[in-house]
């Protein structure tokens, strides 16, 4: 170390450095400064030479000096003097104007994106299915062969474009099952048309909801951009029902009336085979791969047909195929007047509100088996940790009976557990025969309603949805009651009053006697004439008050 002068009064600096190679400035007992150095000084001073002072000075122990100084290196340039004169400002304005434009031109966006056109790139196209195959799908297990068709699909490019990679995927329902679920089709559009095939069966463990199947094509274009195509397929009749003899007694009847002519029925069904009884127009029956048995019947002097069932939910597929081939037969047929199918009624409530009881009931069960596995659990635990303080205990004290708790407890859980999951298949149940029951009611509110249009039909089913899913936290009675609750509220409120009722909050009711309630008052408005809108009540009201003012105004 070095002492030197300070500028300071009463101080005095001290220049020290170490073995580590750090040179220290301080003053007095204060550090003002430290710098690393590139070796081991054994010698320190500070050198003065001429203008330059503070240098420093350091010997290492192979003999060689070094010449440092603190600070930063002085700069040699210097800013040259500012130019006085005058500012045009016509030429600043030009200026300002050509800055301003390549800005807005730096600024404006730029679509990365290739535009999207409504042309798909390629189509989907679905060879008919007119029967079932000779041989069907066997189960692995049982050996049990189900009923089968093979479905094929050709894709069709629109364009001069070949696609690497093109994923078809089928999603048929329950009972339906297919072999493939997804196809992957590779050099779409380089050569012919690619072809799909796969099977579908029935495997007859529920009533079938629909024949209709969606298809989506996956895929990326050219522009790597995901896309995707859609489309169905509508699988024959025979896979979900085969030809059998009628039953002259059911439980459920459904009675239709139309305009037009009886039409023969064995030729509305003609791929079924089935066997004419009761005349020229005979009567159908089908059954189902559940052994539920539907049979139609058409009036012999009147323009009736009579749909019968021992089973609710069977009616549906039924019904919807007779309408849907009826109405075919007679655009075929053609005459001046469109058919008109119409349903006299009563609307089924009963046999619908028995389909919400049980599922509700299920629903209720199904939440109880959970709250006591819960608490059943929770004793487990509890008796586990004082058997287990027991026996870490040095000093043995009785159980007092808790290993026989213990046991106990235990065989409850899996008691609780099973019945939890008998419970829950039975409500998977329940909420496909509620799926069957509510399309099979929205298709007769239609039918009954004779103003209704598809708009107000699409409003309905949106309110009283068929989707009923028993692992949602908010469960389909407390959705559809908000829903037809807001109904009642708007398009079919007959006053203010009605109007400022408050929506309840969606939680699990005790009952389903209010939604029934609201059910059986939203089909008395449509039956009087109400119409489902989208417009609220307060909008109807404000037109119906300046419509009476301009009468009164006039």
């Not at 600070?71 to 050509?98: C, F, H």
């Not at 490019?157 to 994923?167: F, G, H, R, W």
């Not at 009976?401 to 149940?429: P, S, V």
Request: hydrophobic share 35%; aromatic share 6%; net charge neutral.
């Amino acid at each position: 170390f070095v002492p030197y002068g300070s500028l300071s009064e009463g101080t005095v600096n001290l220049l020290v450095a170490d073995f580590n190679g750090t040179c220290y400035v301080w003053q007095d007992t204060t550090l003002v400064w430290s710098s690393s150095l590139q070796h081991i000084p054994v010698y320190i001073a500070v050198l003065s030479v001429k203008n330059l002072k503070g240098q420093i000075v350091t010997l290492d122990d192979s003999g060689r000096i070094y010449v440092s100084y603190l600070g930063t290196d002085p700069s040699l340039q210097t800013a040259a003097p500012v130019e006085n004169r005058a500012i045009n400002y016509d030429e600043k304005d030009v200026e300002m104007a050509k800055l301003q434009q390549t800005i807005r031109e730096c600024t404006k966006p730029i679509e990365h994106a290739p535009k999207i056109t409504d042309q798909p790139d390629f189509s989907i196209f679905v060879e008919p299915i007119n029967c079932l195959d000779v041989v069907g799908v066997k189960h692995e297990e049982t050996d049990t062969e189900y009923p089968t068709v093979t479905v094929k699909i050709n894709l069709r490019c629109s364009s001069k474009i070949s696609l690497e990679k093109v994923t078809l995927t089928v999603s048929p329902e329950v009972p339906f099952y297919a072999t493939q679920r997804s196809v992957v089709l590779t050099n779409v559009g380089s050569g012919p048309t690619s072809v799909a095939t796969f099977s579908i069966y029935n495997t007859g463990e529920r009533q079938a909801s629909d024949l209709v199947v969606p298809l989506v094509a996956n895929y990326t274009n050219n522009h790597q951009s995901p896309r995707s195509v859609h489309n169905s397929l509508h699988l024959p009749l025979q896979l979900a029902v085969t030809a059998t003899c009628p039953e002259k007694s059911a439980a459920h009847k459904i009675t239709i009336e139309t305009n037009k002519p009886v039409v023969n029925l064995l030729e509305i069904f003609s791929e079924m085979e089935c066997e004419a009884e009761g005349g020229q127009n005979g009567c159908v029956a089908f059954k189902s791969a559940s052994g539920d048995i539907v049979t139609l019947l058409a009036a012999k002097n009147s323009q009736k047909y009579r749909i019968q069932s021992s089973s609710f939910t069977a009616l549906y597929i039924i019904i919807k195929q007779f309408l849907s081939r009826l109405r075919r037969h007679f655009e075929k047929i053609g005459g001046t007047q469109p058919l008109l199918v119409t349903f006299p009624g009563p609307v089924p409530l009963q046999e619908y509100f028995d389909m919400i009881d049980l599922r509700f009931e299920l629903r209720l069960r199904a939440r109880n088996y959970r709250e006591m596995l819960s608490q059943r659990a929770q004793q487990f635990r509890a008796v586990q940790r004082r058997l287990l303080t027991r026996f870490k205990d040095k000093t043995p004290t009785p159980l007092h009976n808790m290993d026989t708790l213990l046991e106990g407890t235990y065989q409850q859980i899996l008691a609780l557990a099973d019945a939890d999951l008998q419970t829950t298949k039975a409500l998977e149940e329940a909420d496909h025969a509620l799926r069957l029951a509510t399309k099979l009611f929205l298709l007769l509110v239609k039918l009954w309603c004779s103003g209704m249009d598809d708009k107000q039909a699409s409003i309905l089913e949106a309110c009283l949805t068929p989707e009923a899913n028993s692992s949602d936290d908010v469960g389909w009675e407390e959705t559809v009651d908000a829903s037809i609750t807001m109904l009642l509220r708007t398009c079919l409120a007959k006053t203010s009053k009605e109007q400022s009722v408050i929506a309840a909050s969606l939680k699990l009711p005790n009952d389903t006697t209010k939604l029934k309630k609201h059910i059986a008052l939203l089909l008395e408005r449509l039956n009087k004439g109400g119409t489902l809108t989208l417009n609220t009540y307060s909008d109807k009201q404000q037109r119906n008050s300046t419509k009476d003012a301009i009468e009164c105004g006039s």
